[in-house]
């Protein structure tokens, strides 16, 4: 997918916010929540979660105990482990 446009008579491609390279192939943007690499803004252009995430389904879901939009907050659970 492409996102730029060619400038007429120069030949130059001018790319949309966010996107870069020769040919507007690179986002340049932020990743949406817990995603560390993505190729878009959205949820799903994720291709790489966060250290405190991980990929199921198409999207990065925050782990057990991990909470946010970027998976950064840490809850303890708050019940007693009868075995300590």
Same mark, same amino acid.
């Given at each position: 997918?492409?996102?730029?446009?060619?400038?007429?008579?120069?030949?130059?491609?001018?790319?949309?916010?966010?996107?870069?390279?020769?040919?507007?192939?690179?986002?340049?943007? #932020?990743?949406?929540?817990?995603?560390?690499?993505?190729?878009?803004?959205?949820?799903?252009?994720?291709?790489?979660?966060?250290?405190?995430?991980?990929?199921?389904?198409?999207?990065?879901?925050?782990?057990?105990?991990?909470?946010?939009?970027?998976?950064?907050?840490? #809850?303890?659970?708050?019940?007693?482990?009868?075995?300590?």
């Amino acid at each position: 997918m492409n996102f730029g446009t060619i400038e007429a008579g120069s030949g130059v491609c001018t790319c949309q916010a966010n996107y870069g390279g020769d040919s507007c192939q690179y986002y340049t943007g #932020v990743c949406a929540g817990p995603c560390e690499l993505c190729t878009g803004p959205g949820a799903n252009h994720c291709y790489k979660c966060n250290k405190h995430a991980y990929y199921n389904n198409g999207e990065c879901v925050c782990n057990h105990n991990w909470l946010g939009d970027d998976c950064s907050q840490y #809850v303890a659970d708050s019940s007693c482990d009868p075995l300590l």
